[in-house]
T-cell receptor, first 113, second 114 residues
């Protein structure tokens, strides 16, 4: 299994509070991604990174920011959480190359009350 | 715009029978890749199979095969000899937009009945 650890695995918080989710990899892969999964939508890309300090927006980036100060860590921050951000969040990594799949962490279930 | 469509929200199949999960895609790129992932009730995402747009043969991985019809823009997953452990959500995804980003379909929930 790819070495990807997401923390926390579960979190309940209140509207308006800041939240940071962490993704840690031990594979030294260049690319890292954050997705959210909601019923009826599959997985949607929030932000991605193609190197240390190199990040860009995905399809549903509003309300989220990311940082990657080290190859192994990719942080997702909700500056002021809203109930619409209640979701399951997945981190994924890829080493690049056209035929290389993304490998996913186990997900973080985030509930915003 | 690139898009993945999975038209079957739910499917069921008898154990030991084959089942086909549909996936159609839309892209103007000449080079792209198609992936299938399995998500069991425990929640993890498991990579199953990959098909490149220039691959002339359909991809196979054990009991999984991908029926790739490029002209019809379809990449259906075929599971042969279904097992109870195949009950899960299945997602079709396409690589697009650079940086190995994936675009996912909404998924198909498969139930395997004994």
């Amino acid at each position: 299994d790819a070495g990807i650890t997401q923390s926390p695995r579960h979190k309940v918080t209140e509207t308006g509070t800041p939240v940071t989710l962490r993704c840690h990899q031990t594979e030294n892969h260049r690319y890292m991604y954050w997705y959210r999964q909601d019923p009826g939508h599959g997985l949607r890309l929030i932000h991605y990174s193609y190197g240390v300090k190199d990040t860009d927006k995905g399809e549903v980036s509003d309300g989220y920011s990311v940082s990657r100060s080290k190859t192994e860590d990719f942080l997702l921050t909700l500056e002021s959480a809203t109930s619409s951000q209640t979701s399951v969040y997945f981190c994924a990594i890829s080493e690049g190359g056209n035929n290389q799949p993304q490998h996913f962490g186990d997900g973080t279930r985030l509930s915003i009350l | 715009a690139q898009k993945i469509t999975q038209t079957q929200p739910g499917m069921f199949v008898q154990e030991k029978e084959a089942v086909t999960l549909d996936c159609t895609y839309d892209t103007s790129d000449q080079s792209y890749g198609l992936f299938w992932y399995k998500q069991p009730s425990s929640g993890e995402m498991i990579f199953l199979i990959y098909q490149g747009s220039y691959d002339e043969q359909n991809a196979t991985e054990g009991r999984y095969s991908l029926n790739f019809q490029k002209a019809r823009k379809s990449a259906n997953l075929v599971i042969s000899a279904s097992q109870l452990g195949d009950s899960a959500m299945y997602f079709c995804a396409m690589r697009g937009g650079g940086y190995n980003k994936l675009i996912f379909g909404a998924g198909t929930r498969l139930a395997v009945h004994p």
